[in-house]
């Protein structure tokens, strides 16, 4: 108990094992549902499941370990929602690049990462970034999100006069879909902690009752990881020009990280006085180790997790709470049939009610002020409409810099905000 003390400090957080080990449970729940959305979608790029699902389980274990036992905080990590979706459907099946070369790409995004957290640029890099554009990427990648979801559950259908349609929602898989989304919203509604993966568990349940998937069974020895182990491709990556691929992973985790942190502490009354986060070095490492070991193991990036918000609701306060959550991720190591018995339309669910929590951020935007709110709503459409997050982040950053200067408010613009719209211009029109 002296060990547990001297490395949490749970007097000086006025909080206890029982309390911690509670709120390593209830944040656990809340965040499951990755071990088996993140292999789903993943290995549609043609990764074997079973390695990513080992992948998925070690990557989180490992980042929340890191993050517990080295920045003493109660945050989780695991495989992003939305950077999943992104490797897979835009960087691997839109622009035809092998999914070790993706890997790859991952892996340097990690190494950024580190360098940046080393090198204390992370706090100039995103307190240049304009506020209302940090909530449209975040709102825009949810919206992604929800057209794959909508896609994977048969409630949406391509159609050669509209581009999209309605449908087939007859089909039994499609009404599963929708009614597993209502019971993930009706039970987040009455704070059932792990309403997600009831969610999921339901649909699949009652799918393979009627006889539309199969059970895979739920308990089995640890699958081999050796189908996705350090098959990353560096070079590939590097010769393929994914620089704007690299980019974006570096781009979109910055934030995620950041500002789960600065969320989840600021609600769990953990920042200083002057509002800024003590160890804030040591929790960026966890995430940037994370990040390189994940693609060293044949998964996507690793962010922390809002859900963690859920341990610290119930009195988490240090980095014991998220050893718990890391011991618990581990255990899951021997479910990888539940993972195959999951059929894709039963993580759609999961996929729109994350979409709805990151729609959040169009509420923040300054819609009073033309030029801030309309390269907004640019960043934020295009990434579904395009299909791809990396080109609604470049339509933000060059309609933000361009409107800002035809509307005579240079004043507002940032130089680092002016240099990523000038690069993603030259990559657009030279690199597309």
């Known amino acids: ?6 490395l949490f400090k749970l007097k000086e957080h006025n909080t ?3 309390t911690e080990v509670i709120a390593g449970f209830t944040t656990f729940l809340t965040m499951a549902y990755i071990i088996l959305v993140n292999p ?3 290995s549609s790029t043609g990764m074997d ?3 990513v699902f080992v992948a998925t389980c070690l990557a989180a274990a490992l980042g929340t370990a890191i993050m517990g036992l080295v920045a003493n905080y109660p945050i989780a990590l695991a495989p992003g929602m939305g950077l999943n979706a992104y490797f897979t459907f835009t960087v691997v099946k839109g622009m035809n690049v092998p999914w070790e070369t993706a890997l790859g790409a991952v892996f340097i995004s990690g190494l950024v990462f580190l360098a940046v957290s080393l090198f204390k640029v992370r706090e100039a890099i995103v307190n240049a970034i304009p506020r209302s554009l940090k909530f449209a990427i975040s709102a825009g990648v949810g919206m992604f999100l929800a057209i794959i979801a909508l896609k994977n559950a048969g409630v949406i259908a391509a159609h050669p006069a509209t581009y999209l349609t309605l449908g087939d929602i007859h089909k039994p898989s499609t009404l599963l879909a929708i009614l597993g989304f209502f019971i993930i919203v009706a039970l987040e509604y009455r704070r059932v902690h792990g309403s997600i993966i009831i969610g999921i568990l339901a649909v699949t349940a009652l799918s393979i009752l009627l006889g539309l998937s199969k ?24 010769n393929a020009g994914l620089i704007g691929v690299v980019f974006v992973f570096f781009f979109v985790d910055l934030f995620d990280t950041t500002g ?5 502490s600021h609600r769990a009354g953990l920042l200083d006085k002057d509002g800024k986060l003590p160890r804030l070095k040591r929790a960026l490492m ?8 994940g693609a060293v193991m044949g998964t996507s990036s690793t962010t922390a997790y809002i859900e963690s918000a859920a341990g610290t609701a119930v009195g988490g306060r240090t980095g014991l709470t998220a050893v718990v959550v890391a011991l618990l991720f581990l255990a899951c190591l021997w479910f990888s049939p539940l993972a195959k018995t999951v059929p894709a339309y039963a993580t759609a669910p999961a996929l729109c009610y994350v979409a709805v929590l990151m729609a959040r951020g169009l ?3 300054q819609w009073d002020d033309l030029t801030e709110s309309a390269p907004a709503v640019m960043t934020a459409l295009a990434m579904p409409f395009t299909f791809s997050i990396a080109d609604g982040i470049a339509f933000g950053f060059i309609s933000y810099t361009l409107i800002k200067l035809l509307a005579g408010r240079f004043a507002d613009l940032k130089p680092a905000v002016i240099v990523i719209a000038v690069l993603w211009i030259f990559k657009l029109a030279f690199f597309l």
């Open 1 to 6: 108990m002296q060990l547990i003390e001297n």
């Open 16 to 18: 206890s094992v029982k």
């Open 40 to 42: 789903l979608i993943l």
């Open 49 to 51: 499941l079973n390695a």
């Open 215 to 238: 059970f895979e069974g739920i308990v089995a020895p640890v699958p081999s990881m050796a189908p996705t182990l350090m098959k990353m491709d560096i070079q590939g990556a590097l």
């Open 260 to 264: 789960t942190l600065v969320g989840v």
């Open 286 to 293: 966890a995430d940037s180790v994370a990040i390189t070991a």
């Open 363 to 365: 509420a923040e935007i």
